[in-house]
């Protein structure tokens, strides 16, 4: 889980980025915490991005990826 330090540490360095525009801020902010959650996991952004999207694809309630999936999941990725 990511701290309230680094949070601000990411909000700052994307509005530095992106002065004028807080939704790109908001955007990219979302991006790199995404970014963070799939390498905990010892997953690409686009693998992680991948099996979230299959999962929340493949459940009959629709929920989202939770990290156990993504997990299981990641032993199996690019084995088709």
Same mark, same amino acid.
């Given at each position: 889980?990511?701290?309230?330090? !680094? &949070? =601000?540490?990411?909000? #700052? *360095?994307? %509005? &530095? !980025?992106? /002065? !004028? =525009? =807080? ?8 991006? #790199?915490?995404?970014? !963070?959650? +799939? #390498?905990? &996991?010892? @997953?690409? $952004? @686009?693998?992680?991005?991948? @099996? %979230?999207?299959? %999962? +929340?694809? +493949?459940? /009959?309630?629709?929920?989202? +990826? ?5 997990? *299981?999941?990641? %032993?199996? $990725?690019?084995?088709?």
């Amino acid at each position: 889980m990511m701290n309230k330090k !680094e &949070l =601000d540490r990411i909000k #700052k *360095e994307v %509005a &530095l !980025e992106f /002065p !004028e =525009d =807080d939704a790109l801020q908001q955007v990219h902010i979302a991006r #790199k915490l995404i970014a !963070e959650k +799939a #390498k905990t &996991l010892g @997953l690409t $952004y @686009l693998q992680y991005v991948v @099996l %979230a999207f299959k %999962a +929340a694809k +493949a459940g /009959p309630q629709g929920r989202a +990826a939770q990290p156990s999936m993504v997990a *299981e999941k990641k %032993a199996s $990725y690019g084995k088709r």
